[in-house]
């Protein structure tokens, strides 16, 4: 019986994914999705037919769905190791606070959706409430789109990139890439780039933590004599702090972080305090502002630990929500989580949206390019082994002079037959990329002429 759920479970899954996909790759760019939505193979990149992008991220799930999903550093290694494991032989993760998304090759979505699902704390069954399938051209544009900053919760904000980084690294570690998606990734952060330098996309002062000083600036009077506690001080709360010393004046500012000496870098580069873990009872005592930062997976501040006499103002910038709900119940306590704060809108965001158009025309100019590459990768086995023949027909040829002549000189003739194999089969390879040609036939004449045996695996 518990089969026949399962079973029914994974199909409803599947209609209720796979048709709206369907349907929304219909309406994409003609010429692009014919290209990307065959099969994959012939890209000879992977063993698999597609490339899939499964995930969620604020715009449909919440703070409490994103922080089921969510994935701790050893949540992350440990999917890579059974991806690996399962077959999976390309692979990318990317997990903020605002999405966690799995990038990669497989013969069904569901391979990774059901890997994601194993090493987070979300089900099935909440997944298919809030979560995308894209695959191939959808996958690779929504990828592109996440990498530039125009999918993230703060337009604009281009600190996903260095997730994408770490994650091809983690991913690099474990033997889970391949040319596609090296090439991939340093296409979308040449995408970054230039609109980074190109537009204004990213102009003027606008993050989480960014709007969380702003929240703070209009909501607490005389901020700059109220006793500020961060809680937390990784990349977040160091961006936070910055953040609070350049706008609120204020220098009542304490640090706290499980590792002390995290903290006391960044209080020694603005003249902070710092206190210990085992102080934070006491801090929160005195502090008029709590900021929690500390991306934990279950939450560091409970009611038990708030023990006030005077408001108390908590912003939570975690995701899993690293504040429990409950200290609510206690009288003069102001929570607002990170969701709240990035519903801010100000002028700032208003300009950006200006630039909307002119990044997505850079994001098509390199996912073209990006794709052309891709396209080529079809001639790669047949270029391969007309090298090799053409290496095999040199050393031949070389052997036999060499016999015949006496003062024949095989180091310099290798080196001359050498760059002419090179001019060869650039020559071939230009020929099949170009456009006013069938390619599938010139592929066949080359392999026909140089009787060439093809490894397409």
Request: include cysteine.
């Amino acid at each position: 019986m518990k089969d026949i759920i399962l079973n029914l479970r994974w199909k409803k899954l599947i209609t209720i994914l796979i048709v709206p996909l369907a349907l929304f790759s219909f309406r994409r760019s003609t010429y692009f999705c014919g290209v990307l939505n065959e099969r994959m193979k012939k890209y000879h990149i992977s063993k698999h037919n597609s490339f899939y992008t499964v995930g969620l991220s604020y715009l449909k799930a919440d703070a409490v769905m994103r922080g089921k999903f969510s994935l701790d550093q050893q949540a992350k290694e440990a999917l890579l190791v059974e991806a690996r494991e399962l077959g999976i032989d390309g692979l990318l993760i990317t997990a903020t606070c605002n999405r966690t998304e799995l990038h990669g090759f497989a013969q069904h979505p569901f391979q990774l959706i059901k890997l994601l699902c194993d090493h987070s704390r979300g089900t099935v069954e909440e997944f298919q409430e809030v979560a995308y399938v894209y695959k191939n051209y959808e996958a690779i544009h929504h990828l592109f789109r996440v990498g530039t900053g125009l999918d993230s919760q703060i337009l604009g904000d281009f600190e996903i990139i260095s997730q994408i980084k770490k994650g091809f690294s983690l991913s690099k570690a474990q033997d889970l890439t391949n040319p596609f998606l090296e090439r991939l990734c340093n296409s979308i952060l040449q995408a970054s780039k230039r609109i980074k330098n190109e537009t204004e996309l990213s102009s003027g002062a606008t993050s989480v933590a960014f709007a969380s000083v702003q929240y703070i600036l209009q909501n607490i009077p005389d901020v700059s004599d109220k006793n500020i506690l961060l809680f937390g001080t990784g990349k977040i709360g160091r961006n936070t702090c910055e953040n609070l010393l350049k706008h609120t004046n204020n220098s009542h500012i304490t640090l706290i972080n499980r590792t002390k000496n995290k903290a006391e870098k960044i209080a020694g580069k603005f003249n902070l305090v710092v206190k210990s873990y085992g102080d934070l009872q006491a801090e929160i005592r005195n502090a008029d502002i709590l900021i929690v930062a500390t991306g934990a997976q279950s939450p560091t501040i409970s009611k038990e630990l708030v023990y006030i006499k005077k408001p108390l103002l908590i912003l939570d910038l975690s995701i899993p929500k690293n504040v429990a709900e409950n200290v609510t119940d206690i009288k003069d306590v102001t929570l607002v989580h990170l969701d709240d704060l990035s519903q801010l809108t100000d002028e700032t965001l208003e300009r950006r949206k200006q630039f909307i158009p002119q990044a997505e025309r850079i994001i098509h100019e390199i996912m073209t390019d990006f794709i052309q590459w891709l396209e080529t990768r079809k001639f790669a086995p047949v270029i391969k082994a007309l090298k090799k023949k053409l290496k095999t027909m040199k050393e031949e040829e070389l052997d036999f002079q060499s016999k015949k002549l006496a003062d024949f000189n095989s180091e310099q003739a290798d080196i001359i037959s050498e760059r002419i194999i090179q001019k060869i089969t650039k020559q071939f390879a230009n020929h099949l990329k170009d456009s006013e040609i069938d390619a599938e036939d010139s592929l066949e004449l080359i392999q026909r002429v140089f009787q060439l045996e093809v490894d397409l695996k």
